[in-house]
């Protein structure tokens, strides 16, 4: 088999508890992401520390005397939860090919309310984009789908075409190789079919001078950045000429409705976040722990009302 196959595993559950097997362990390590070569104080720039007894996970200088906790400037910071149930959640997020919903993280963690497990979910999606992601490159095709939500007193059958009506649309991307091998992937709400909100999606995701291959939609013609080829679908199925970023489109709505049995039109970006997360470390999932860690050791506090609200 190729190695271009491979799975890595994730991390086995024994092994998790040898090497994270109570909070000060989790702090140490916490530590040594966000400072490898060592914390210097921002007021006297001295390096020599000591943990404070009184204090978890907190650090005094010599010098100064400053004090300085490893979760301020997280997303554990200001949290009631332990610093190992973090890491446990981590965990279980990172391991599982499939996500886990709110309702089973509460289960599994033993945590007081459903609102405490949806909070650290939102909080660990919000963790699953990376700020230094690259853009996508080579050849990459581009297309819109939509997922069902119907309300009350929308019509069973949803809206026909483009329409809205009893569902949610997004738009995606995926990069190939030059040898037309599916590499990343990349998925956002789309707020309508126009050339400025396609645009901005294509922009803000694909490199310029990219090839892309699209359905002919007029909407895309306004793409001068880049190699456009238009594939006109015509009575063809869709996912004939466009096969890659359709497989996408049908494994997102499975997963979106297996795992968590329909999405949210408030949360919709959350989900599309972390199906992006799961599909492009789908054969890294031995990394995916550290990787969530370090994004959510580099991201600022955000409370319940910010992600209702939608601020972050």
């Known amino acids: 088999m190729s190695s271009r196959w491979k799975h890595d595993r994730p991390m086995s559950r024994t092994a998790f508890a040898a090497r994270f097997p109570d909070n000060a362990a989790c702090a140490r390590h916490l530590y040594e992401k966000r400072w490898p070569n060592g914390f210097v104080c921002p007021k006297c720039h001295g390096a020599k520390a000591w943990a404070l007894d009184s204090k978890p996970f907190t650090f005094e200088y010599a010098a100064c005397g400053r004090q300085t906790s490893v979760i301020a400037g997280t997303i554990f910071h200001r949290s009631h939860l332990s610093l190992l149930t973090w890491f446990q959640a981590i965990y279980a997020i990172a391991s ?21 497990a949806w909070l650290m979910l939102q909080k660990l999606r919000r963790a699953m984009v990376d700020p230094d992601r690259s853009f996508l490159e080579d050849i990459v095709e581009v297309d819109e789908s939509d997922i069902p939500y119907r309300t009350k007193t929308d019509p069973i059958a949803g809206g026909q075409g483009r329409s809205a009506v009893g569902k949610l649309h997004f738009i995606g991307a995926i990069e190939l190789s030059p040898e037309g091998h599916p590499r990343r992937i990349l998925l956002a709400p789309l707020e309508n079919f126009s050339a400025t909100s396609i645009g901005a999606f294509v922009a ?3 490199a310029p001078g990219t090839t892309i291959l699209s359905d002919g939609f007029s909407a895309y013609k306004s793409l001068k950045a880049y190699n456009h080829q238009p594939k006109v679908v015509g009575k063809m199925a869709a996912h004939i000429v466009l096969p890659w970023v359709h497989r996408v489109f049908a494994n997102f709505k499975r997963w979106a409705l297996g795992t968590y049995h329909g999405v949210r039109k408030l949360h919709l970006r959350r989900y599309l976040d972390e199906f992006v997360f799961r599909w492009n470390r789908r054969r890294h999932m031995k990394s995916s722990f550290d990787m969530l860690l370090n994004i959510a050791a580099s991201l600022p506090h955000a409370g319940y009302r910010d992600f209702v609200n939608q601020v972050v």
């Open 96 to 116: 599982h090919s499939n996500g886990i919903s709110a309702l089973q993280l509460q289960a599994q963690l033993d945590l007081g309310s459903y609102k405490t």
């Open 204 to 206: 803000g995701a694909v």
